[in-house]
């Protein structure tokens, strides 16, 4: 074997916990393997953020394919010290999609809604991290100073991002402690969510040869600010044109983009558990910290659940082309594929039902009591992974999507999850956390 047959190519799946793990096999193999896979078993599914594994219905039977896609094969890393690597798809023996693979997930959920409303989505996952050991200046929120301290891996990872089908577009110094925001272009299909895990894989990956660890985990300090991932959705017909504005609304949506966001915080609170799926989580998704804490829809307001953006457009054109919304009560302790097709499935029954969302609110909800917001249509969601956990397993809905075992083994796998935490305080529940996304 001469040494480019000796190097590997890593085949990665994003897995119910969130996390990127796969096997390798040479590159010479890559014809053979690009049709055959990998094997893959069962139970991994039940392998939980913590590495224990919970009840599995599969226990050491089974056999799986993991197959990687062509079409997502970058290559990480110095020349030195590259990596070939592709993101694939889990199919049973005879090439059906495994029920428990994610991105098998978002992509039905995908084409159902093309199938429904001859629409194809363009997202983008905006990310937010922190630096491990990071230095908390005082003075640094959006500051100078400390996009100074990370322009040297910022440009390094955004130049590896460039070579990706995950386009870069911004990069600041966040609000908080040693924390960044990276946003990339918006892309159609499933290569939005492939973009999350590429995004992910390199921050992490660029940021540990320049000697820094970073951590998307939800929220480092139970007293502090979260990390985010705000999805932004617009849509756009088989010829390209845009779906989701429309002038003649006061808000500027269209059905199709009502519709939907009417789905997506009608079951807002039972799809939480795929949203948002760590205990933690649910510290950043309290009132004031600029995340998500109702189902509501907010005009240009940061702490709606599903927020319309603003446009800097004049032109209406352009303005149609701009126009989008994000979802903002998702962090990294999910699988891209897991919450993009939550969303999607939820959008696309509430295109299917005709579902309108309640009137964009532009006030502070949390000085509201459960009788007004219940009046005005709005719920406080889920305190808890505990309560998000049972209200999603309460949904007919969400079963109907997934499907009833799937259901059932997230909840287990949540469950175990949830036993490696018992008796610890928040801060030590962050910091188990900080250190697995
Ligand atoms: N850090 C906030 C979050 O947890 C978002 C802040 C912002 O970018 O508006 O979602
Ligand atoms: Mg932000």
Not at 197 to 221: A, E, Y
Not at 390 to 414: A, C, I, P
Request: net charge negative; aromatic share 10%; proline share 5%.
């Amino acid at each position: 074997m001469n040494s480019d047959e000796s190097k590997l190519v890593f085949v990665a799946t994003s897995d119910l916990a969130g996390l990127v793990r796969g096997k390798s096999f040479p590159v010479s193999e890559w014809k053979k393997r690009s049709l055959r896979g990998v094997g893959w078993t069962p139970t991994n599914v039940q392998i939980t953020c913590f590495d224990t594994i919970a009840d599995s219905p599969f226990g050491s039977l089974g056999d799986l394919a993991l197959i990687p896609e062509a079409g997502t094969r970058f290559q990480m890393g110095d020349p030195g010290n590259a990596l070939d690597i592709a993101l694939g798809d889990i199919q049973s023996l005879e090439g059906e999609p495994w029920d428990f693979c994610t991105r098998s997930h978002a992509k039905r959920a995908l084409r159902e809604l093309h199938e429904l409303a001859g629409a194809t989505v363009l997202s983008a996952f905006e990310h937010e991290f922190q630096l491990k050991d990071g230095p908390a200046r005082p003075g640094d929120s959006f500051g100078l100073k400390g996009f100074r301290d990370g322009q040297a891996w910022a440009e390094a990872l955004i130049a590896e991002l460039d070579r990706t089908s995950c386009k870069p577009d911004t990069f600041m110094k966040e609000y908080g402690p040693s924390q960044y925001e990276i946003t990339n272009k918006p892309a159609t299909g499933i290569t939005a969510a492939d973009n999350a895990v590429i995004l992910r894989i390199l921050t992490d990956d660029v940021l540990h040869r320049f000697g820094v660890g970073s951590s998307f985990s939800p929220i480092l300090d139970p007293d502090s600010v979260g990390n985010g991932v705000h999805i932004h959705f617009s849509f756009i017909d088989d010829q390209d044109n845009p779906l989701t504005h429309d002038v003649a609304d006061p808000h500027g949506m269209s059905a199709l983009t009502r519709h939907f966001i009417g789905g997506v915080l009608k079951y807002l609170d039972q799809i939480m558990a795929l949203l948002a799926p760590s205990e933690i989580s649910y510290l950043r998704l309290t009132p004031h910290r600029w995340s998500a804490a109702f189902n509501n829809l907010g005009y240009r307001d940061r702490e709606a659940s599903v927020r319309i953006c603003p446009v800097s457009s004049r032109d209406s054109e352009a303005i149609a082309r701009q126009y989008n919304f994000e979802v903002r009560a998702v962090d990294a302790a999910a699988s891209p594929y897991l919450a993009y097709a939550a969303l999607l499935f939820a959008g696309t029954q509430g295109v299917r039902d005709g579902l309108e969302p309640p009137a964009p609110t532009e006030e502070d909800l949390s000085l509201l009591g459960p009788e007004a917001l219940a009046e005005r249509g709005f719920r406080r969601l889920p305190q808890s992974l505990k309560e998000a956990l049972d209200t999603m397993d309460r949904s007919q809905s969400v079963r109907s999507w997934f499907g009833d075992e799937f259901v059932n083994v997230y909840l287990d796998h949540k469950k175990q999850e949830m036993t490696e935490l018992e008796g610890l305080d928040w801060q030590e529940k962050c910091n188990l956390y900080k250190e697995v996304y």
